[in-house]
């Protein structure tokens, strides 16, 4: 070959790509896993399960009727099949007419106990209920309506509020739980400062150490500032510095493009951790209220005895409702009677206890 002679390669032939329809649809990633585990290789059944998988999951919601049962206290062992039997055997109704039957499992396929049944009409879903304390393998099943909730406990106050929200009726003061021991009233008050003005802090001490306790109670001037502080966060208003260059500059240029007042930018400021520890913030009562609560009645039985105490002193005593009678604090304590047995007599104790004792002898004189 010559340097002027240059061959040129041949071009192939491209060939156009048949698409054929009919044929199946390849395995997926998944299915060519799941046959590398089980050690066989992948078929067309193997690929269309999931779709069928999906199928079968969803024609079971597209079933659900107005009139359905909950079926209760079931053995771990009672199946779908089961369940069919014992309605169909023990009601006049056909096998047809119950549409749907959802037996909850665990990771054990094992059912959790219960069972949700539907039917196609009403008098099917009033012959299933009349079947409730029936046995079924060796148990009284309990069967309800599934859209009563008839029996069930009423919520309590505390478990109707959302979690995270505030216990108690709002207040002025606060109890902040869960603080650090080296927690002062100086920096709780900073930190709560950005919630309102402060009233008062009260931070509980050791009395050796004087350091805090874990626990202290904050008032605030107003309830908007002791809510937010339960809330957990401040909504603060952002000063950009860039927008403020720019309103400058408008103005200076004669407010050409003169546009409506933007509402001021917000973000959220939080303040439930201090020092690194997440505390524990609700509402607090009145001192009164908290006193009263605590000690109960002593604090009138306190105020009560010392006013009958200074009225002693004065050689009156208080007049019960009923006429005649004293009341029962204000009655004198009877002595303790003393044994009529003793040990030593008086004369002995006396000398005994080194006391001076009058002397009952009588003075004789000699001439």
């Excluded at 937010?228 to 720019?246: L, P």
Aim: contains cysteine.
């Amino acid at each position: 070959m010559t340097d002027g002679q240059t061959k040129k390669r041949k071009i192939q032939e491209e060939q156009e790509l048949e698409i054929n329809l009919s044929a199946p649809e390849p395995p997926s990633k998944k299915a060519l896993r799941k046959a590398k585990k089980k050690g066989t290789e992948p078929t067309e059944s193997t690929t269309q399960a999931p779709a069928d998988e999906k199928s079968s999951q969803k024609s079971p919601a597209e079933q659900h009727s107005d009139y359905g049962i909950w079926i209760g206290n079931l053995a771990f062992s009672v199946t779908k099949d089961d369940l069919r039997k014992f309605l169909t055997s023990n009601c006049s109704f056909a096998d047809t007419t119950i549409t749907r039957i959802h037996l909850p499992k665990t990771s054990d396929a094992k059912n959790k106990g219960f069972a949700y049944v539907d039917f196609s009409n009403e008098k099917a879903l009033l012959e299933a209920l009349g079947l409730s304390e029936h046995l079924l393998t060796g148990r009284r099943v309990l069967i309800k309506n599934a859209k009563s909730y008839e029996g069930r406990p009423e919520k309590s106050r505390d478990e109707e509020q959302e979690p995270g929200s505030a216990t108690g009726s709002p207040s002025k003061r606060i109890f902040v739980g869960n603080l650090s021991f080296d927690a002062t009233k100086e920096a709780i008050e900073e930190h709560f400062g950005q919630c309102g003005a402060l009233k008062n802090v009260h931070v509980a001490t050791f009395q050796d150490t004087g350091k805090c306790k874990g626990y202290a109670w904050v008032e605030f001037e107003q309830v908007a500032a002791a809510a937010a502080a339960v809330r957990g966060f401040v909504m603060v208003n952002e000063d950009d510095e860039d927008e403020n260059m720019e309103e400058e500059d408008e103005s200076d240029a004669g407010n050409k493009n003169r546009s409506k007042p933007k509402k001021p930018k917000q973000r959220r400021v939080w303040v439930n951790q201090l020092l690194g520890r997440r505390m524990r913030v609700e509402f607090a009562e009145d001192p009164t209220t908290r006193y009263q609560k605590r000690f109960g009645k002593g604090e009138g039985r306190k105020r009560d005895h010392g006013v009958g105490a200074a009225d002693a002193g004065d050689g009156s005593l208080h007049e019960d409702a009923t006429e005649g009678q004293k009341p029962a604090r204000y009655q004198p304590q009877k002595a303790k009677q003393k044994p009529d047995y003793a040990r030593y007599d008086e004369d002995t104790v006396q000398k005994l206890s080194g006391n001076i004792v009058e002397s009952q002898g009588q003075k004789t004189t000699f001439d």
